[in-house]
């Protein structure tokens, strides 16, 4: 897709270097206490942990999965509660982990969400806190179930929404259930999730035209809308990068209807370029890019993956993982456990490759690695 040139560009923030251009080889040892730091030979070190609880899903997002489904993995290759948690626990007590975000598939169909996010929240990082949490969910159900989730320890949550228009919405999740995901984020509000931040991914001729309205309704809601460029994890007839609505896209549309200046605060590590809007009737707040394809952030990733089969991965591309689940089960203790996960994460690569030429997707589909 061609678009005009902004003035300025949604991708004009800094751009993230990786640390060190001649990498160490050695992976290294475990302090004396035991204790790891999940780090790269580029020097980048994972504080987010990201979790996903199920690879099945009660929506089919076109770009997401096939209108079928997936094969859905067997419950006994899947992690128990139990698995789940000592991995979280050595993530955050022994390897440096700040921060954990629930994901899938949909993590609102595991049962024991609220009993895992209240162990998550039970433990202590090496900040002498306990970590922070968060769900990235479709929505579906959380409106009776966010003040549980928050009493549990939730402390933000992300919830995807690429259309308020009911009719494209029924057509983009195959499912005819926009109302309930307005109520979800309502409720997420009202349990004091805020600011309740709204993902969406913007598709070529599917949803293009949803990003006012979108940004729109967020801005009403005092939500903290954030456009994603897809990426290349769906069905493979589903992304061209050529025909890719890209961040600069999505800003232009933007500044025809708001007023729309770079925010102050820092970046960090964290993907969403942050935007301060103004609607025509005054009405102020945040709206988010986040540039994946375009303005990738693999120099300033801090992410390290656990899916549902208790395989730690380290970047969402790519087919590199390390199978906890069977070292687990086979008996290893928790030095084996941490070392294997340290040794994943020590061969990361300086970032995702989209752009290369002979890019190949993960094998994994999004859904089972954890969005
Ligand atoms: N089911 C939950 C949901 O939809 O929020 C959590 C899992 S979903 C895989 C996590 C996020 O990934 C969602 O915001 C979804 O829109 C996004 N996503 C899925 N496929 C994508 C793709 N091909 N490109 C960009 N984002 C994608
Ligand atoms: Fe399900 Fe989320 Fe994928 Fe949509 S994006 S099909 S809600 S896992």
Redesign the pocket.
Known sequence: MTSPTPSSSAVSLPLPTVGRSQPPEDLPAAASDGTRALVDRYGRRARDLRVSLTDR?????T???PAEGLEWMPTQQTLSDEETIRLIRLGVEKLGIRQVRFT???PLLRKSLADIIAATKELTTDEGIAPSTALTT?GLGLEKRAAKLAAAGLDRINI?LDTIDPQRYAAL?RRDRLSHVLEAIAAAADAGLNPVKINAVVMPGVNEDDIVPLADYALHQGAQLRFIEQMPLGPREKWRREDMVTADDILHRLRNHFSMRPAREPRGSAPAALWDAIAPDGTAGKLGIIASVTHPFCGDCDRTRLTTDGAVRNCLFGNSETQLRDLMRSGASDEELMEAWAGEMWTKKPGHGIDDEGFLQPDRP??AIG?
């Open positions: 899903c009660n929506l089919r997002c770009y997401c999965m899938g598939g949909e479709n995807s999740t999004m859904s969005g």
